[in-house]
């Protein structure tokens, strides 16, 4: 099969809803206002890409590479980065909607959460040492074996951290925060 490669180019208000795509590589290029809900690119590689405005709810990434990509005020729903190539992998997030997608098992050191909704997304095994959650909402997200090492989570709200069970030594929390990290123990705060 023949690669095809898409270099420096602009997509624009492209629909590719429920297309199965496979084996392209996209090298700095930019998608704006796309819509690539329940899509399937297999064997796809993304490099120094960017996402705007654009819908990816659902989509399915099975083994492609997704190096320096920022996805900003999209819709994201339902992903599961946990399929995607380990080698390279290296995401960021600014006013984006991730609810209900999984990063489980992934390496994401100082990866980038701003603005963004991430409710009931699954961060069990997940490295994300360094990381920063700026004004995040991690409302029901899963957190289990999970290494927050040095992460910034002062403006995160919504979390439930049990720090029996997570690795958070030097992680940054606000004192409003600290509610999320006593939750197992079942104690009012006041």
Known sequence: MERIVHEDKTFEKVVYAEKVVKGREFQSCSFINCD????????????????????????????STLN??????????????SECQDFLFSVMFDSCILDYSSFQGKKMLKTKF???SMKEVNFNKTNLSGSLFDQTDLSGALFEATNLSNA??????????DPELNVIKKASFSQHGLAGLLA???INIV
């Open 184 to 186: 197992r123990y079942q």
């Open 152 to 161: 910034n989570l002062v403006s995160a709200y919504g979390f439930a951290i």
């Open 36 to 63: 690539f809900s329940n899509s399937e690119f297999y064997y796809s590689k993304f490099m120094d890409c960017t996402f705007e405005g654009c819908n990816l709810s659902m989509m399915k990434l099975s083994e």
């Open 68 to 81: 320096n990509v920022k996805f900003s005020n999209s819709k994201i729903l339902g992903v599961n980065f």
């Open 114 to 116: 701003i603005r963004t």
